[in-house]
């Protein structure tokens, strides 16, 4: 019952097998489908680390050309020297002339100037010329230059940009669009953000300016730029960002060129290696699906700031402004809108997109392969399969060890592709699914290993010593269920005499349990000593087997000492029997030991019924060690070995040959042996005379010489340790050969009757 209760479990626990494999399937399609956006997020911090560790390195463009892209800050300094912000366009328009002056090759407003400008003289008539005591400075206004017209004409020198913010919200109109887009390939191959229109700055003013391009960016869920946009898509047309807009007129260039390389006759498999860029003239730059830049960021390479303060003053330095590009942002605290970094530092969005513009004429872009999705939930379906697989078959510290390796070559591999190729490989989400499929296998396997402890530990804690339950319990691996083929010592042992001690303690069974309880206890002590299994009980019968179900390569050494033992503690249970039997006033009779041993290849496994069942041995020499303990009483000495067990055994303990045993129509004769002691015995000189004229009654016997072997079986008997039975028996069988010889078949063996 316990092995069909085993088995069930194990059913049980096999049909949760599948479940590592389904959870590797969902976390694939929660990566696919990515709900809001998670998966996404959590790769791009995972990339944010490579950057920390590999940040973009300076590059100079030219040696005459160190820092081509400058932001003029509109700070707070500038703002406490010059005012609050909105500043008058007119000192908008002469920060524009003195940039130029200085050689700066583009002008870009990271800002919209979405209406009029406030302090202009004409919208102040329109405030004011209504108001007590104001009639008279209506004149003096009108003459004054209106200040987005000064703006508007310092803007029109061909090298200035203005922007507009994307806007979805009712009302938006698209901006003016400064250069035309060409596209190659199918339009479908970029999923833009669609815009309804923007929040512009007004048209005066754009159509001033030699560029206008959008100033948006799009921070990720936690805050963090990590694209910047190129192009967006407003009404279904095309319109540049300012970064964009500042590279075509640094670059001269008259229009975009957007490339993807899937066409109409690409194959179904063309999505593996589809890619997106923009070209503007010398300049090729790789973008998103979504028309967006991958920022890379940098300590070393940074824009260098400008407080527009600085530029405004006489006396200014302009050396640094020529030829370069400059962006003009304003970053005071109540003003500018702080974005996180991929290096984890806050900055304005002007300097992002100086930062952007470094990286483009660099040359340093980062780039996801477009198979790149595929190839991580490839690698981690294999991997996480493989994984389970070896999970479920070898130790959880190896398949422990494999996973931590399998990991961590894939996040070594992906941050060398970062360092080395600039490629965006992530190792995040595979091994996030081969991590978690592994610990759901481990757990079932956690289980099922437990779920085998339990039985091992119900199985076998009656017959095992508590240590080798512990140690089987440890490794289930080593129990074969279902059968195996071990060779195994078995020993049967009971009491001899008992039926006298029945019969005197008839009126007190308790003491009668009492006793046979404490030398079944004391007896299985002596097993378990000797790293024995208590096989099962039978009255005051005891099977024990050494070598199954543990591995004991000196099982045979094993149960010869164990029955030394038993037989040295024999005495301090009579002692106990005699102290007893004198409280009842019974009379006493001694009791003896009977034991059977014998080696040899045997069958062991769980065996029973439906009901019932227990792991145990059966097989040739089971049977013989039965048989040989059964014999013990006719042959006089307490231990009967089998020739098997003498085999392994003879060198070291002190045994002699008693007879060669044949069973009517059953095994071929065999040699038994009386184990009469230790190896300190067998060195005994006593023994020794014993030993020799013990061998000279046998091969007297066996030469069928009587009276020479009936005067040695006399002279033998008067030895130290003599035993007194096997000689009478020996006299017996000598005294009857003489007056009936056996055949001539005869072979010095005794016919046992079958049982």
């Not at 508007?152 to 090298?159: I, N, Q, R, T, V």
């Not at 019924?609 to 013990?632: K, N």
Request: aromatic share 8%.
């Amino acid at each position: 019952m316990a092995k069909n209760n085993q088995r069930r479990d194990h059913r049980r626990i096999q049909r949760f097998y599948p479940l590592p494999a389904l959870l590797l399937a969902l976390v694939a399609l929660f990566v696919l489908s990515d709900p809001a956006a998670w998966a996404e997020t959590a790769r791009a911090k995972f990339f944010d680390l490579y950057q920390v560790l590999a940040p973009r390195p300076a590059t100079p463009l030219s040696q005459n050309d160190t820092q081509p892209v400058i932001v003029i800050d509109i700070d707070s300094d500038s703002r406490l020297r010059y005012g609050a912000w909105p500043w008058p366009r007119t000192r908008l328009a002469e920060l524009v002339q003195r940039t130029r002056s200085h050689g700066a090759r583009v002008i870009g407003f990271d800002m919209v100037f979405a209406g009029r400008d406030q302090t202009s003289p004409e919208q102040m008539m329109e405030t004011w010329w209504n108001r007590p005591g104001m009639t008279e400075l209506v004149g003096p206004l009108s003459r004054l230059p209106d200040h987005d017209a000064v703006f508007a004409e310092a803007l029109s020198g061909g090298d200035t940009i203005t922007g507009f913010a994307l806007s979805n919200a009712k009302g938006a109109v698209p901006p003016v669009l400064k250069a035309p887009f060409e596209r190659t390939g199918i339009p479908g191959a970029l999923s833009l953000p669609a815009f309804s229109g923007a929040v512009t700055t007004i048209r005066p003013l754009s159509l001033s300016s030699a560029g206008v391009g959008a100033v948006t960016l799009t921070p990720g869920r936690d805050g963090v730029v990590r694209t910047v946009p190129l192009v967006a898509q407003i009404d279904g047309a095309l319109y540049p960002s300012v970064v964009l807009e500042t590279l075509r007129l640094w670059q001269g260039s008259s229009g975009y060129q957007i490339k993807t390389n899937r066409t109409r006759e690409a194959n179904a498999l063309s999505f593996l290696n589809a890619s997106s860029s923009i070209t503007l003239g010398a300049l090729e730059i790789p973008m998103t699906q979504a028309g967006e830049l991958r920022f890379y960021d940098s300590r070393a390479d940074t824009p260098m700031v400008l407080p527009a303060w600085q530029l405004l003053e006489e006396g200014f330095d302009g050396a640094p402004l020529k030829d370069a590009l400059v962006l003009i942002g304003a970053s005071a605290e109540d003003t500018a809108h702080f974005l996180g970094a991929p290096l984890g530092t806050a900055l304005p969005g002007t300097l992002i997109k100086a930062a952007a513009l470094r990286q483009i004429m660099s040359s340093d872009f980062l780039f996801r392969p477009p198979w790149a999705l595929w190839a991580e939930l490839g690698a981690m379906l294999v991997i996480g399969l493989l994984i389970i697989v070896i999970t479920y078959k070898t130790r959880l510290i190896w398949a422990g060890l494999i996973t931590t390796l399998m990991i961590g070559s894939a996040v070594s591999g992906s941050y060398l592709l970062f360092k080395e190729m600039a490629w965006l490989v992530d190792p995040l989400w595979p091994s996030i699914g081969v991590l978690l499929s592994f610990a759901l296998a481990a757990l079932i396997v956690t289980i099922r290993t437990e779920s085998e402890k339990s039985y091992v530990r119900k199985a076998f804690g009656n017959y095992l010593f508590p240590d080798a339950v512990t140690a089987l319990a440890k490794s289930t691996s080593q129990l074969k269920f279902s059968g195996e083929s071990r060779t195994a010592t078995i020993m049967f042992c009971d009491i001899r005499g008992l039926t006298p001690v029945e019969e005197a303690f008839r009126d007190n069974p308790r003491e009668l349990v009492a006793l046979i309880s404490e030398f079944l206890t004391l007896m299985t002590r002596h097993i378990h000593d000797a790293h024995g299994a208590v096989n099962r009980y039978i009255g005051d019968q005891i099977m024990a087997v050494w070598n199954a179900p543990l591995d004991d390569p000196a099982h045979e050494r094993h149960a010869c000492e164990c029955a030394l033992r038993m037989l040295e503690s024999l005495d301090k249970l009579n002692e106990r029997l005699e102290a007893l039997c004198l409280r009842h006033d019974v009379t006493y009779t001694p009791i003896h030991l009977g034991i059977g041993i014998n080696s040899g290849e045997s069958t062991a496994g769980i065996m029973g019924s439906d009901l019932r069942d227990d792991y145990s041995v059966l097989g040739r020499p089971v049977r013989t060690a039965s048989r040989l303990h059964r014999y013990s009483e006719h042959y006089g000495p307490a231990i009967i070995i089998g020739e098997a067990t003498y085999s392994a055994i003879h060198h070291s303990f002190a045994l002699l040959e008693i007879d060669v045993v044949e069973v009517k129509g059953s095994e071929d004769p065999m040699r038994v042996f009386a184990l009469l002691g230790n190896p300190v015995m067998k060195a005994n000189p006593r023994f020794r005379a014993l030993e020799e004229a013990h061998e000279k009654i046998f091969s007297a016997y066996r030469s069928r010489n009587w009276d020479e072997a009936l005067a040695h079986t006399y002279q033998t008997a008067k030895l130290s340790g003599a035993m007194p039975t096997l000689y009478e028996l020996y006299e017996n069988r000598i005294l009857h050969f003489q007056h009936n010889a056996p055949d001539e078949k005869w072979i010095g063996a005794f016919t046992a009757p079958l049982r």
